[in-house]
């Protein structure tokens, strides 16, 4: 190993191994340091876009190796809940000149862009090894402290590089001015499944989505034959999740009806994935010396998954400033000042929109058309909840219609059913306020497209036993057989309505947030 080099790029995955095999391919001496060996797999999002990494792999000749892995090219969508029940096809995100995206896992695509930046000439690669501290010259970065094989030796270079992830030691040691910031707002977690299958049987050839309130799940084919399962929820999950990761992502998943069918159909492959929320920033490019490329300078909430997009075309665009510099065509002063306003260029595309929005991603679902409010079926088996949550909804001011009472069933049958002509007349009526109709009965099927959203409200079975045995105001449920039939229906009328459903609230949360999620499905601010 040499001692001196002209940049020293510490990090190897997408973001330190892009940068090293662009600036290799221009001649300059690198040396790539990374602390773990390879394959090793990292908690990531995995979709990334034609325009985006995609594109960047294609720069680097390596688009076919990655395609040999075995991702099939993602050339739609499908949304659920995005003011339909769905599925509803859409292009794909960002496809650019390339035409489709990709998702593929970590271990494979991190050790091809390693091995990529291997193989040019000049640049060599450190691993494992780990950059205890720089070196510096006065207020100028000019080298690493490097350790690997139980030594440390300095190494001498004209810029450090870090792109060494959320928690960069280059960040650290060099304590970047701090552009942006914002308080961290979500978790993710996700999981592998093999036999998935797209929503009419097909192949799958697309990315899912799927918003349920404030939660969205993610669906996205990758290589090796397995589908990569997520879904995103507020920073208040992360203590479901860090407790049963496995069975709180399968409970929170039920709430999505277009996914729930395939998800029982397909196999589990591995264990949950995840982590803690974390803070959204964006810290200086560049200084005297140094260099930051993806998470080390720039980190978002992944629930937009342009985590490996934004990687890669940092790094492109730092590999372009870099090379110019050392060529001789800029200063340094010019080079990092290009580098900063195209990564500035990407951060304002991204960051203030995924930040607001991921506050509450219930902000995505539209709203009912100007002129007429929201009508919202709130249904759910018994001891659910919903004779409390209407009452709530009616005192907070909404109109609201609990169907048990006022003359909405017809009782000549042998099950209770809307009457059907006094339901279409509701639900063609002016709506100058929110419409919240509560109900389960056989026949509402019959009027869900004609409700601006369908909220099923659950809890597991053991809160619904406790409920029925304590509550006053309801008798049903009292006694064994009626017990018997409750369950019966929840084993096989609930995953029915579940289906129907656009969002699916547990009555388990504080009674205000269950009312306060059901006013945002209405597209009303709280009353």
């Known amino acids: ?122 640049v060599e690669v ?127 998943l039920e709430a999505h009806p277009g996914l729930m069918t395939r998800i029982g159909a397909s196999v589990a492959v591995g264990r949950t994935e995840g982590g803690p929320p974390e803070a959204n920033w964006v810290r200086a490019p560049a200084g005297r010396g140094w260099a930051l490329v993806g998470d080390a300078g720039w980190h978002q909430d992944p629930w937009t998954g342009e985590g490996m997009d934004n990687a890669g075309l940092c790094a492109a665009h730092a590999a372009d400033a870099i090379a110019g510099w050392l060529a001789g065509a800029t200063s340094e002063d010019e080079a990092m000042a290009r580098y900063g306003s195209q990564r500035r260029e990407l951060v304002d595309a991204s960051f203030d929109e995924c930040t607001s929005i991921g506050r509450d991603l219930s902000q995505l679902a539209p709203g009912p058309a100007a002129g007429d409010r929201a009508a919202v079926l709130v249904t759910g088996m018994s001891a659910t909840g919903k004779s409390t949550v209407l009452d709530e909804l009616a005192g907070r001011g909404h109109r609201v219609v609990d169907t048990d009472h006022g003359g909405w069933i017809d009782t000549a049958g042998d099950e209770p059913l809307w009457r059907e002509d006094r339901m279409a007349a509701l639900l063609t009526e002016p709506r100058p306020i929110p419409l919240f109709v509560g109900g389960c009965v056989a026949n509402q099927g019959r009027f869900s497209d004609r409700f601006d959203a369908v909220v099923l409200l659950s809890a597991p079975q053991e809160t619904i036993l406790e409920r029925l045995a304590t509550r006053t105001t ?25 289906r129907r459903a656009t969002a699916e609230i547990d009555t388990r949360l504080p009674l205000a947030e269950v009312v306060r999620r059901l006013e945002e499905i209405a597209g009303t601010p709280p009353m």
């Open 1 to 122: 190993m040499s001692r001196e080099y002209d940049v020293v790029v510490v990090g190897a995955r997408v973001a330190g191994s892009t940068l090293a095999a662009l600036l290799g391919d221009l001649g300059v001496r690198v040396l790539l340091v990374e602390r773990v060996r390879f394959p090793r797999s990292t908690i990531s999002t995995h979709f990334f876009r034609g325009a985006g990494l995609v594109a960047v792999l294609d720069r680097l000749g390596l688009l076919d190796e990655v395609l040999a892995l075995g991702p099939p090219r993602i050339t739609r969508e499908w949304d659920f809940g995005f003011g339909s029940p769905g599925p509803d096809e859409g292009p794909p995100q960002r496809a650019g000149d390339i035409g489709f995206g990709l998702s593929v896992r970590r271990a494979p695509l991190d050790e091809l862009l390693l091995e990529r930046a291997r193989r040019c000439a000049t």
């Open 126 to 252: 450190a691993q494992p090894a780990t950059v205890r501290a720089l070196v510096r010259d006065g207020d100028r970065v000019c080298g690493v402290k490097l350790a690997e094989g139980g030594r440390e030796v300095d190494i001498r270079c004209r810029l450090v590089a870090g792109a060494d992830g959320r928690h960069s030691t280059v960040a650290r040691e060099v304590a970047p001015a701090m552009e942006r910031s914002v308080e961290p707002l979500r978790t993710l977690y996700y999981r592998y499944v093999a036999e998935w299958r797209g929503p009419n049987g097909e192949p799958p050839d697309a990315a899912e989505f799927s918003l349920n309130g404030d939660e969205m799940a993610y669906v996205f084919p990758s290589d090796g034959g397995v589908t990569c399962i997520g879904l995103s929820a507020s920073a208040a999950a992360f203590a479901g999740f860090r407790t049963a990761p496995d069975a709180e992502l399968a409970r929170r």
């Open 474 to 498: 309801n008798e049903f449920g009292k006694r064994t057989d009626e017990r018997a039939r409750i369950l019966a229906d929840l084993r096989e009328i609930e995953p029915l309505l579940r």
